[in-house]
Every structure is written in structure tokens, then in C-alpha cells.
């Protein structure tokens, strides 16, 4: 059996046709049909990886229909409704999906739903601003993080810096903009916005003359990591938000798969001078909070493998490692709060 990674195609030409190849192409994949493009795409076989670089149509009629309206790779990140009908179809991550939901359905009704709704984002919020931060090099504590909080700057916890507490404070500000605008288009405005709180009061710090909220104007670097150019890079933005829309909008992706796909794809972009990390996790969580899921939250012990599942998206052309990823600290993190609850129900035995 193959199985489509993932085959971003474009039809610039040929917008009247689209609605029809995505049908002819949906077809042949439910069927199991492996097909590729001229540049490489990625596929799978019994657990193993090859890369094609001609054209490898199964079946006359996809065969010629590609060929006749060329489509064409787009280095695997515009995501226009047939890459999501391609991944959908071949319903990868089944048993990853099953268990999420099954302890999900227990964490909401045992967990989130007893707190009040103000009291369950002021929770989420402390931890998952924590350790994003964290993941980025922030110092604070959960702690800190929460006394910061509740008091605001005027109590600064001791041996944090400045700066450390100003970038706190800018992402609690994000974060309340975030979940405050959950029926907002999930379109440029929300990111760049997004970006603009996260970095308002710290980006003249760590990159004089460039403007939070605005894309980059030079390329980009990160730790071992060399972005493409920014202007390619920046031009594909509004196809991953618009196919990102729809996937939501369609229902028929699960939105942690979403989240997945949207994270690896923006931060494979990297548009922005600084926050691209701390902006990609919000967002993430904006279509799962959308959604009615739990936030995710990746914690600072999990850096390594978050970064080299990021890594996999451009050595090995896949996303499934991130996506694998997202589940697994999603349930991870569901069942530990679980545990937590039965354990803090027992009675205490005080004399």
C-alpha cells in the first residue's frame, strides 16, 4: 500500500477544473492509487521511504489529467483543498486518534468541565505561557509565571530579568487576545496581530529597526537552521491561512491533525523577524481551542523533540513526526491531570 505523505499541488491555471481533478484524485487515492508529481514527493511503501522525481501516475485517467493540466510541487507547503483530501483520505494516525478522543472525553467531563471557564483559561494559561516561553529560552518557572500573573510587573520574581518579564507579559497579552476572538478569521490579520503582542515590547531589543506584527525583510537563521529566502517564503503565507481555513471550516481533518500540519508548514516559513515559535503555538491552540479541544502544550523537557520533529518536516520532507508528536504530549498531558485528580480526591488521614 502507498500512502501520501503529503502532495501539495497548486491549479494556477486551471482554476475552472478544480473542483473536478480534486474528485478524480480523491477517487484514485480512496483506491490506493500512488501518484507524484515532476518534483519530489515524498511517499510511503510497507514502511518504506522513496523519492520520485518524474512523473509516476497509477491509472490512465489521473494519468492523463495531471499531465494535461500540469500540476506541479510546491515544496511542500501551499496547502489548497486537495493536499488535506489526500492525508484525509488515506486516514493516517487511526489508532493515535481513537485513544486522544477516548481520554479526552474523560478529561473534559472529569477536569475541564468542573472549573469555571474563567478559572480553566487562567490555568491553561500560566502553564502553556511557561513553557512556551521556556522552549525559547525564558527562565520563568511556572511559579514565576503565575506570580507575575496574579501581581503583574510590579512584583518581579527574584534572579528573572527584565526583559524575561516584559516577553511574559507580552505573551499573556497575545494569549487573552488569542482565546478573546475564537470566531475570527483565521487569515493574516489574526497572525500578524498575534505576532504583533508577542514581541511588541521585546523585538527593539533583539532586532533593532524591524517591526513587530511585520514580516521579515532579510533572511532567516535559527540555531543549525538556514531559511529559504524570506521573500518566496513570505509569498506562500496566505495559501497556508486560506487552505488552513477551509480545512477547519470542511470538519473532515481532525483538528489536532490541523494544528499539526498548520505548525510544521508556518514554522517551516518562518516569516517573522522574531516570535515565530511563540506565534506558531498560539495558533495551533486557537484551532484546537476553535474546536473545543484542550490546549496543547509542549513543555520545556520536550524541546528536543519538538525541534527535531520540526527538523523532519525539511530532512525528511514529512510532517507525521510532529503530528505524532502533538498526540502524544496531548495525551500525555490529559492523562497526567487525571491522575492527578483521583490521587488528590483520596481522603487524608490527618491524626
Known amino acids: 500500500m502507498f500512502s501520501v505523505v503529503y502532495c501539495c499541488l497548486e491549479v494556477s491555471k486551471y482554476s475552472r477544473r478544480k473542483s473536478h481533478i480534486v474528485q478524480v484524485v480523491s ?5 490506493r492509487i500512488a501518484f507524484c508529481a515532476k518534483m519530489d514527493c515524498v511517499l510511503y511503501r510497507n514502511g518504506m521511504r522513496f523519492v520520485s522525481k518524474r512523473i509516476l501516475f497509477c491509472g490512465k485517467t489521473l494519468s492523463r489529467t495531471l499531465q494535461k493540466l500540469d500540476f506541479f510541487l510546491l515544496s511542500f507547503v501551499v496547502l489548497p483543498n486537495i493536499a488535506y483530501l489526500c492525508t484525509q483520505r488515506v486516514m493516517m494516525f487511526e489508532k493515535e486518534i481513537a485513544e486522544y478522543e477516548r481520554v479526552r472525553a474523560e478529561y473534559q467531563q472529569k477536569v475541564a468541565d468542573r ?3 474563567r478559572q480553566w483559561m487562567e490555568y491553561n494559561e500560566i502553564l502553556f505561557s511557561a513553557h512556551s516561553c521556556a522552549i525559547e529560552g525564558n527562565s520563568f ?3 514565576d509565571t503565575r506570580i507575575l500573573r496574579e501581581q503583574g510587573m510590579a512584583m518581579i520574581p527574584v534572579g528573572r530579568s527584565l526583559l524575561e518579564c516584559t516577553e511574559m507579559s507580552d505573551h499573556f497579552r497575545a494569549y487573552d487576545y488569542m482565546t478573546g476572538r475564537l470566531d475570527a478569521p483565521f487569515d493574516e490579520a489574526l497572525l500578524k496581530e498575534v505576532n504583533r503582542l508577542v514581541t511588541e515590547h521585546t523585538l527593539s531589543y533583539r532586532a533593532p529597526g524591524a517591526v513587530a506584527g511585520e514580516y ?5 537563521a535559527a540555531g543549525d537552521t538556514v531559511f529559504g529566502d524570506h521573500e518566496t517564503l513570505i509569498a506562500r503565507v ?3 491561512m486560506a487552505s488552513t481555513q477551509r480545512a477547519i ?4 481533518m481532525h483538528p489536532m491533525v490541523v494544528a ?3 505548525h510544521g508548514y508556518f514554522e517551516y516559513l518562518h516569516p517573522f523577524r522574531d516570535g515565530n515559535g511563540r506565534t506558531g503555538r498560539l495558533l495551533s491552540n486557537f484551532i484546537l481551542l476553535r474546536a473545543g479541544h484542550p490546549l496543547l502544550i509542549v513543555c520545556l523537557e520536550d524541546r528536543a523533540e519538538y525541534i527535531n520533529a520540526l527538523k523532519l518536516i525539511r530532512t525528511e520532507a514529512t510532517d507525521e513526526f510532529l ?3 502533538f498526540f502524544k504530549v496531548a495525551i500525555r498531558r490529559m492523562k497526567s491531570e487525571l491522575a492527578q485528580k483521583r490521587k488528590n480526591s483520596l481522603p487524608v488521614v490527618f491524626f
Open 323 to 325: 503530528t505524532a508528536f
Open 141 to 143: 518557572t511556572v511559579d
Open 216 to 220: 521579515t525583510t532579510e533572511d532567516m
Open 238 to 240: 496566505p495559501s497556508l
Open 115 to 117: 472549573m469555571g471557564q
Open 27 to 31: 477517487r484514485f487515492v480512496s483506491k
Open 260 to 262: 499539526a500540519k498548520w
Open 249 to 252: 471550516d470542511d470538519g473532515q
